[in-house]
């Protein structure tokens, strides 16, 4: 038989029972500010991390791009590119027709040796009157006349070496070469067609040389200088990391409303908001020290981190 619990036990029961639940509250309090002295800290470092080395995903990937131009006139005869393609450095891009000036060359040439004849005959008749002149069988009006026509025709040669000159640098033009590895962009042109000096006909993208425009806050800036380490992900290739430095950070950009800067001026960074009051960003490059040519492409999205202090 089962004795019956008398009070004293069922008092202890109550007060073990009591003291085990005020004790897991007292855990579970404990456990909070854990939690909550835990969220704070990592907070704080984050904010730190972030505060030391700011990063941005409002970046682009950038390359200098030049206007490939004839330096002469004439039609295309031979083009040998396409868009797209890469090319080596001293590549014959395209080649103008050179029948022109090879004509005028011709010319030039004709006229260099006619005026050689002129002036051998010029010199032989200086010296066929200058001995006459002591014995008074001729004037020094003619001799000064001798001299004087033997001299214009010089000037004139020396004129004349020039143009052929001239003529043959434009002949050597008529072949456009590649200034540097790259490769062709925005051709959309093809054999035939007429172009003239100085006017773009596409542009050649330096793949040599690769940085990324990257807008900080103002705020930010002040964790970097010319020099400091920056890390670089592609949006296209997120794994993949990239080092640079700092090449340099904008010291203008065009305020919103601003109407008293010429357009071209000063670089244009667009307020991501317009009815709040942000801060404004600045443009900062980083030269890309290993750059992959086969994800680098001009405007593609970018993450930049800056790692370093400011370099001192």
């Known amino acids: 038989m089962h004795q019956a619990a008398t009070p004293s036990n069922k008092e202890s029961i109550a007060t073990s029972a009591n003291i085990d639940i005020e004790q897991r509250k007292v855990v579970r309090k404990i456990v909070s500010l854990i939690v909550v002295a835990g969220a704070v800290i990592i ?46 450095e001293g590549d014959v891009l395209f080649e103008i027709d050179p029948e022109d000036y090879k004509l005028i060359l011709e010319k030039t040439k004709a006229d260099l040796a006619t005026l050689d004849r002129q002036i051998a005959q010029a010199h032989s008749t200086l010296k ?54 790259g490769r062709v962009i925005n051709l ?71 109407v008293d800067l010429p357009p071209s001026g000063v670089p244009y960074v667009k307020r991501e908001l317009n009815w709040v009051r942000v801060a404004q960003r600045f443009p900062v490059r980083i030269e890309v020290e290993n750059p992959d040519p086969d994800l680098f492409r001009m405007g593609a999205s970018a993450v930049a981190i800056i790692k370093g202090p400011p370099p001192k």
């Open 188 to 258: 959309n042109i093809s054999a035939g067609a007429h172009v003239s000096a100085g006017v773009p006909v596409f542009s050649l993208l330096d793949t040599s040389k690769w940085y990324v425009i990257a807008n900080f806050r103002e705020a930010e800036i002040r964790h970097m200088a010319p020099g400091t380490e920056a890390i670089v992900y592609l949006s296209s290739a997120p794994n993949q990391r990239f080092r640079g430095k700092v090449q340099g950070i904008g010291w203008a950009v065009k305020p919103e409303g601003e």
């Open 128 to 181: 066929r009157l200058e001995p006459l002149l002591p014995k008074g069988f001729t004037t020094a009006e003619n001799v000064d006349e001798a001299r004087t026509k033997e001299t214009t025709l010089q000037a004139q040669r020396e004129g004349a070496v020039a143009a052929i000159n001239l003529n043959e640098l434009h002949l050597f033009y008529c072949k456009v070469i590649a200034p540097f590895d």
């Open 43 to 88: 907070t704080l470092y984050v904010w730190g991390i972030i505060e030391r080395h700011p990063r941005t995903d409002d970046a682009t990937a950038r390359a200098n791009v030049v206007g490939i131009a004839a330096r002469v006139t004439g039609q295309i005869i031979k083009l040998n590119v396409q868009d797209n393609q890469a090319v080596k």
